[in-house]
């Protein structure tokens, strides 16, 4: 039987980190299943837990009052969900909702910060991991925020 | 590659045959000539349209280059032009001259995965590829169908996609860039969905169509996948008017996109595709 440590080694996420960093990660991980429809979080809660996809699909949606939630982005197999339990006051900024049966691993991100302040080195593995999937975000919502499809104002 | 006609300035009548509104700005024109059978083109071409008493534009063939009966041509409206175009109705006459420009490498993509990335009307241009593609689908490696577009009701061609991504030797994504919860799709932007698709990037054709930003992060993104520059395949957007490379208007550095495009080799233009105000 696959461990949640065997699963973790094999994410594209933690590709090439140290046995060890991975065993220190998935004492922090456990298995969690959302149904569809399902919240993983909600913009304004406590960012305690990050999410590992293994199958399914999360949306990610902002909610304006008198609006249908805008969906911004929507993430799959190998991805990540969630980077603000990084950055205090660690509270998410925007919902995310299983739109098909998704497995994920949950990662307690108190435990792993924990663990990263007493293991410098821990932490910067996984800040290396985090920053290229930020920088790619940020690029795409900057694309996405051109509008390029939209007609010309000139 | 010049005109059919013997006159390259001179426009040939047809007559709109069909039109089908594709979304609030966009629509389709199905042109008959008033008289013989239209000329022969190939995919990735244009012709100039002349609304009469207005004036001309270029626009891409959106149709089936086999389709010898008919041409295609699909219009959004934004300027006088192609507001002109957009208002036409079954049986008015419109003025054709063409076709002309550069075509997709369908032909230099057999046996290769084929890569098409189009960015909103981007997918018209490319659509004559995708049919000459489909038809001959024994010819080519994987087909990869990559769609980005605003949002799902600005959707081109829905039906064909849905058609097309039903097949199981296509393999096709839509993305948007935002959405409601009613939608099941992809969110996000096109250029993000060619790394999970796995081709062959050795040697891969890419074909990309759509707003000039949109190419420029598709073709980073093929090009980080492994695609070399010379397999990247762009069309580009200009200016244009004589559309036979005289007049200049549609000049990008030293090329004229009438002639030397629409389609152009990325290697070719790499360095004046990152230059500002060309």
């Known amino acids: 039987m696959e461990t949640i440590e065997d699963t973790l080694r094999q994410h594209s996420f933690f590709t090439g980190l140290d046995a060890e960093l991975g065993k220190t990660v998935s004492g922090c991980a456990r298995n969690r299943r959302f149904d569809a429809g399902l919240y993983l979080f909600r913009e304004g809660e406590p960012a305690d837990e990050f999410f590992v996809i293994k199958h399914g699909a999360v949306a990610l949606e902002i909610a304006a009052p008198g609006q249908a939630p805008m969906v911004f982005a929507k993430l799959g197999a190998g991805e990540i969900v969630g980077a603000s339990w990084l950055v205090p006051p660690y509270r998410w900024t925007f919902d995310a909702r299983a739109v098909e049966p998704t497995r994920t691993i949950g990662i307690d991100a108190k435990c792993l910060r924990g663990k990263s302040e007493a293991d410098n080195h821990l932490g910067y593995e996984l800040l290396k991991r985090f920053i290229p999937v930020l920088v790619k975000r940020l690029q795409e919502t900057r694309l996405q925020m051109l509008d390029v499809y939209g007609k010309s104002d000139k | ?278």
């Open chain 2, 1 to 278: 590659m010049i005109a059919a006609t013997s006159d390259p300035f001179v426009p040939l009548r047809y007559r709109v045959a069909r039109v089908t509104h594709e979304s609030a700005d966009t629509t389709t024109l199905d042109l008959v000539p008033a008289e013989g059978t239209p000329p022969v083109f190939r995919a990735g071409q244009f012709n100039m349209l002349y609304a009469f008493g207005i004036g001309e534009a270029a626009i891409s063939m959106s149709g089936d280059p086999d389709d010898r009966n008919r041409i295609v041509h699909t219009v959004r409206n934004v300027g006088a032009v192609s507001s002109a175009l957009s208002k036409l109705e079954p049986g008015c006459t419109v003025g054709l001259r063409g076709p002309f420009g550069t075509v997709w490498p369908v032909e230099s993509a057999s046996g290769r995965d084929v890569v098409i990335i189009a960015g909103g009307l981007g997918l018209a241009p490319l659509r004559p590829a995708i049919y000459h593609v489909l038809s001959r689908r024994g010819q080519f490696g994987r087909v990869i169908i990559l769609v980005g577009m605003r949002n799902p009701g600005d959707i081109l061609f829905r039906h064909e996609l849905e058609q097309w991504r039903s097949r199981l030797d296509v393999e096709l994504e839509v993305t948007v860039d935002h959405a409601d919860a009613s939608w099941h799709g992809n969110v996000g932007v096109v250029p993000a969905l060619i790394a999970r698709m796995g081709f062959d990037a050795a040697s891969a054709i890419a074909m990309v169509c759509g707003p000039e930003i949109m190419m420029r992060f598709s073709v980073n993104a093929l090009a980080d996948a492994g695609v070399a520059l010379d397999r990247i395949h762009v069309s580009m957007e200009r200016n244009m008017k004589c559309a036979i490379g005289l007049c200049g208007h549609c000049q990008f550095g030293p090329h004229f996109v009438c002639k030397d495009g629409p389609v152009m080799r990325f290697d070719q233009i790499a360095r004046i595709f990152a230059t500002r105000e060309i």
